[in-house]
């Protein structure tokens, strides 16, 4: 990893905080899968098929109880999701989100997006069009190449909208390594500009959410190993050690998101088990959050598929919904200990 000094001595600079971000499980939800050519409402398909109708999932029993919805991209105000504009989007889902009592956050960027934000007016447009109760907050996944003036516009608006909404939560979601041997290595160039960039915009109690995925080729020097392959459970939590003890983050101000299954990087695969001990650790090390990649996946392959896909884990012999009771399981345990 490259280290530019002033940058990483401006990240060794933690930024006070005044409170616990709230602690959040949620899993990504990627809008344009499963949605209907002739409609903008929010589908899922928990049972590995698409739902006969559009509320199905809100009403089903056995889902996750928040979702993040992924992903918004474009300059804020005028947004647009898989194409859609963002007015569409919000006015088909928000209401029924808030009706079903089913919290949610809106996440932007992620891999090949760029979500960028020039003028206060457009954060608060942002803002306004998603607002409702079960409105949990805001995600920026910032992947691609944004440039450092894009970053820092970003975050100098996220830290007004803060002061005008202390009630809501902001994660930044970055790519990151999980070293095991002795460097801590972890965030990446762009995550650490990120990091730089929020810090001296002054964003209070932001929550840094680490990509616990596609580390590669097994190496102390990008995770934790379990014989000749990543143990992806191990890791995840390597990623959040390191990245408190290298850059001063607090633990409350970390969360974790894996990719269930195969793994783009298809040597990296993250098992029921792996999502029942990160979730463990999750609770047991006071982290802020867990999500994952993605609620979509969550369901076995209807027929064999060579390395990740994006509408099952690739897992074969592995039910629907096994990784969200495998995580809800130890995260329930863990609240009525």
């Not at 409105?135 to 996220?158: K, M, N, S, V, Y």
């Not at 990008?222 to 990543?230: D, H, I």
């Not at 047991?284 to 027929?303: I, T």
Request: net charge neutral.
């Amino acid at each position: 990893m490259r280290h530019i000094p002033y940058l990483l001595a401006a990240l060794l600079v933690a930024t006070a905080s005044q409170a616990t971000p709230a602690f959040v499980v949620s899993p990504y939800k990627h809008l344009p899968q499963h949605r209907s050519h002739d409609s903008d409402v929010i589908t899922v398909a928990p049972a590995g098929a698409s739902p006969a109708k559009p509320e199905a999932y809100l009403e089903h029993p056995d889902r996750p109880r928040a979702l993040t919805w992924a992903f918004a991209i474009g300059e804020c105000g005028a947004e647009t999701w898989g194409g859609r504009p963002g007015k569409a989007v919000a006015d088909a889902n928000v209401r029924s989100f808030a009706r079903a009592d089913v919290p949610y956050i809106v996440s932007t960027g992620g891999q090949g997006g760029v979500f960028t934000c020039a003028t206060d007016a457009g954060m608060e447009a942002f803002i306004a069009r998603y607002a409702s109760p079960q409105l949990i907050g805001f995600d920026f996944d910032i992947e691609a190449e944004q440039t450092p003036a894009q970053i820092r516009a970003l975050t100098d608006r996220i830290a007004t909208a803060q002061r005008k909404h202390p009630q809501l939560r902001f994660s930044f979601t970055v790519a990151t390594h999980a070293a095991s041997d002795g460097s801590k290595a972890s965030l990446n160039d762009m995550a650490e500009r990120v990091l730089a960039a929020v810090r001296a915009s002054g964003v209070r109690d932001y929550v840094l959410n680490l990509m616990v995925m596609d580390y590669g080729p097994a190496s102390r020097k990008v995770c934790v190993l379990r014989g000749e392959r990543c143990d992806m459970g191990a890791s995840a939590l390597q990623a959040a050690r390191n990245v408190h003890e290298k850059y001063k983050v607090p633990f409350r101000q970390i969360e974790l998101t894996p990719m269930i299954g195969v793994n783009d990087v298809v040597e990296n695969v993250f098992t029921v088990q792996d999502a029942a001990t990160v979730a463990a650790g999750v609770r047991e090390m006071g982290l802020a959050g867990l999500h994952y990649w993605s609620v979509d996946r969550d369901v076995p392959c209807a027929k064999a598929v060579q390395g990740a896909d994006a509408t099952c884990s690739t897992m074969p012999g592995v039910p629907a919904g096994a990784y969200w009771r495998a995580i809800d399981a130890e995260i329930t345990k863990a609240v009525r200990r």
